[in-house]
Nanobody, 119 residues
Framework: HVQLVESGGGSVQTGGSLRLSCAAS????????MGWFRQAPGTERDWVAR???????SYADSVKGRFTISKDNAKNTLYLQMNSLKHEDTAMYYC??????????????WGQGTQVTVS
């Protein structure tokens, strides 16, 4: 049974930083593509960043240069370091994982989300 559990969300002032974590169980973070998505009220869920099994990263234009995705294989945990936060970054943030040994582009496991509020 795969579980992805996000943590690290909260309230922060504009320009501040937060680090989100996604602890995986039943899934090895080194085996597949993992990513972060976000959804603000009344909007669709948007892709934020992803990291391949080999460590290649990719970012949405809206967060490029401010957010950094990384993973710790030993801790089996995915991270999202968010710097220079803006009001428009306010959203529920979700961790997602793709099928093991597949390229990025398909997401089959999702966490429950952690709220980030920037004011």
């Amino acid at each position: 049974h795969v579980q992805l559990v996000e943590s690290g969300g909260g309230s922060v002032q504009t320009g501040g930083s937060l680090r989100l974590s996604c602890a995986a169980s039943g899934y090895t973070v080194s085996s597949g593509c993992m990513g972060w998505f976000r959804q603000a009220p009344g909007t669709e869920r948007d892709w934020v960043a992803r990291i391949s099994s080999g460590g290649t990263t990719s970012y949405a234009d809206s967060v490029k240069g401010r957010f950094t995705i990384s993973k710790d294989n030993a801790k089996n945990t995915l991270y999202l370091q968010m710097n220079s936060l803006k009001h428009e970054d306010t959203a529920m943030y979700y961790c997602a994982a793709g099928p093991p040994f597949y390229a990025c582009g398909r997401w089959i496991y999702w966490g429950q989300g952690t709220q980030v509020t920037v004011s």
